[in-house]
């Protein structure tokens, strides 16, 4: 069994900066991809970002240049560095992560979420 703890998020200013972080415990799984979802009212939650156990990263169009997802293996942890925050990036922010257990069974599993809202 595998538990996510998000930071928590808050409240920006228009072209502020913030860092969110989610660490992942529990034993007997080897963690593969790891990434950011979002869901802002009314809409369905998109992928934010994500990164593979090697390091590859991919971004949604939207967050491109401003977001930074990165990960320390070590730590079973996940972060995503957000910049030049905009109103429009408003949402609950999960951490996402894809597991294997010791059987080898694959699992997704989800932080608890974390609301950021950017507004002046």
């Known amino acids: 069994q595998v538990q996510l703890v998000e930071s928590r998020g808050g409240l920006v200013q228009p072209g502020g900066s913030l860092r969110l972080s989610c660490a992942a415990s529990g034993s007997s799984f080897s963690i593969n991809a790891m990434a950011w979802y979002r869901q802002a009212p009314g809409k369905q939650r998109e992928l934010v970002a994500r990164?593979?156990?090697?390091?590859?990263?991919n971004y949604a169009d939207s967050v491109k240049g401003r977001f930074t997802i990165s990960r320390d293996n070590a730590k079973n942890t996940v972060y995503l560095q957000m910049n030049n925050l905009k109103p429009e990036d408003t949402a609950v922010y999960y951490c996402n992560v894809d597991v294997v257990d010791w059987t080898w069974t694959s699992y997704r599993y989800w932080g608890q979420g974390t609301q950021v809202t950017v507004s002046s």
């Open positions: 990164i593979t156990s090697g390091g590859t990263t």
